[in-house]
């Protein structure tokens, strides 16, 4: 694997905000004090913004036993917009060394949140494995036994950047518990799975708020050796997450107004110019049937003299 230590940044990266590099540069001291046992991820030694992972396959499906690997390569806005997500293994899941389709992923930048991580993604990529293509970009269906075979095979897969096999990355076995990272006030550190975004339902589940389960990122705690800066730096994100919660939280409220009748909206005082028109609109249509209403009710009570005289006159 990469060495999780190196802070170059290259290409399209080269402009990337200082916020962003402290942020990835936490990640990386975050999985490196709280590895995982069934999977493990970092940088590689020409960017911090591209990272090789490797997962174990999850227990009970026909990706037991496999190991399987990829990369992800991060955007140099992040952690504000979503990486780019491959997998490099053979697994009849997703297809080899083609973006993969999933709301964590860059396909859908409208479902991703600045919360999530290296540690959601890998996560919620593993409890994709076992779900249905269902005809996403890059999914595959495959049989289930083809599945098992290539979790066979996919022990002894070796990345060519990385110089050696899937095993050699992720030794142990497949019944191994997760090391969580330390729980704070009894919060919940293991990522839930986020929602599956295939074709054809994508403007469904963009549109529902309910669909897309959001793991907010657990509160991050100084530790002994921190310095200054790095404390500094974990109260300036935490606030900053906070802020963003926040807002996703009042837009899920904003799409569900209160009902309210006519008459009460016309009450409301108009708050912006376009507000102001239609209030405006509004009152000359009122006014308009009103004295349409009233002209009518005067023709009945008040009939012309031509139409009281007797014909012929």
Sequence with gaps: MADGNNNSSSGSHVNASSQTIRR?????????????????????TDSIFEWHYTFKGPPGTEFEGGRYHGRIVLPSNYPFGPPVIMLLTPNGRFEVSKKICLSISSYHPELWQPAWGIRTIMEALRSF????????????????????????????????????????LLPG????KEDLPPQEDGAQNVPKPVAFVALGNEEESAGSPEKVTATKTP????TEGSSPEEQDDLKEDDSREGRVDDRSSSAVARRRPRKMSVFMQLLQLPRTT????????????????????????????HPPEALMRPSGQ
Aim: net charge negative; charged share 25%.
């Design 24 to 44: 990835i540069q936490r990640e990386i001291m975050e999985i490196q004090r709280n590895p995982s046992s069934n999977w493990t991820a970092a940088p590689t």
């Design 129 to 168: 494995m076992p779900t249905p293509g269902e005809g996403a970009i890059g999914a595959l269906d495959w049989p289930a036994d083809i599945r098992r075979q290539l979790a066979k095979e996919s022990r002894t897969w070796t990345c060519k950047m990385c110089g050696v096999s899937n095993d050699e």
């Design 173 to 176: 076995g497949d019944d191994d």
């Design 219 to 222: 509160t991050k705690t100084p």
């Design 274 to 301: 376009e507000e102001s028109g239609l209030f405006l609109i509004n009152i000359g249509i009122l006014a308009v049937i009103g004295f349409a209403i009233a002209l009518i009710v005067d023709c009945f009570r």
